[in-house]
């Protein structure tokens, strides 16, 4: 069975700083990870996904997060953070016949 | 501009009755997904459908029932036999199985007194 863990359930930062968003997945085959943004009261939306294609993933609004299958992470970073990236984050597995797993979300604060 | 409407935003009812929540999509996406979200739980699979006229049981099913009589609309019912219905229900598409992403809803916070 396929799972996610999400370590933090809140992070804060200051703006401008790094962020850095951890996700540890287990899964016996290989997988498809995705990290998806959640803004309060409303659906989610799509920031990246890792498909086997790079293992370095670039996503919307600055974000990346790299793939690393001997630590079985794909942690979500963000060079310098925004006042508008404060939300609710959430990692996600799938794999081919398998159907997508969330983690139970981290809710990012940035500080002014 | 294509993407999928839920309605309504907020929907409240009393313990004991069905409601229905609605999902429809634009995006001519073959898969159809419901998922309650429940604070700090992250997103628990209800229903899904990869076709249409068949679709499968999620992870916690009891108490919903769906269909998926069109391609791009699949609603939910949350029956009176769903014991803590009160929560945040998100409707997705995608283009086919697991591996596409999924694209969401605005969704629909039910509260049930």
């Known amino acids: 069975a396929q799972s996610v863990t999400q370590l933090g359930s809140h992070v804060s930062v200051s703006e401008g700083a790094l962020v850095l968003l951890r996700c540890n997945y287990s899964?016996?085959?290989?997988?498809?990870l995705f990290w998806y943004v959640q803004y309060p009261n409303q659906g989610l939306q799509l920031l990246l996904k890792?498909?086997?294609?790079?293992?370095l993933v670039k996503g919307i609004n600055g974000f990346e997060a790299e793939f690393k299958k001997s630590e079985t992470s794909f942690h979500l970073t963000k060079p310098s953070a925004h006042m508008s990236d404060a939300a609710e984050y959430f990692c996600?597995?799938?794999?081919?016949?398998?159907?997508?797993?969330f983690g139970a979300g981290t809710i990012l604060r940035v500080k002014s | 501009d294509g993407g999928i409407t839920q309605s309504p935003k907020y929907l409240f009812r009393k313990e004991g009755q069905n409601v229905t929540l609605s999902c429809e999509q634009n995006?001519?996406?073959?898969?159809m997904y419901w998922y309650r979200q429940d604070p700090g739980q992250g997103l628990r699979l209800i229903y899904y459908?990869?076709?249409?006229?068949?679709?499968q049981k999620g992870d916690i099913a009891e108490g919903y029932s769906v269909s998926r009589e069109k391609k791009e609309s699949f609603p939910l019912t949350v029956t009176s036999a769903q014991k803590n219905p009160t929560a945040f229900y998100l409707c997705?598409?995608?283009?086919?199985?697991?591996?596409?992403?999924?694209?969401f809803g605005p969704g629909t916070r039910l509260t049930v007194t």
């Open positions: 997705a598409s995608s283009p086919g199985g697991w591996s596409y992403e999924q694209y």
């Open positions: 899964s016996s085959v290989p997988p498809y």
């Open positions: 890792y498909t086997s294609a790079a293992t």
């Open positions: 996600a597995v799938s794999s081919y016949g398998n159907k997508l797993v």
């Open positions: 995006l001519n996406h073959d898969a």
């Open positions: 459908s990869q076709i249409v006229n068949d679709f």
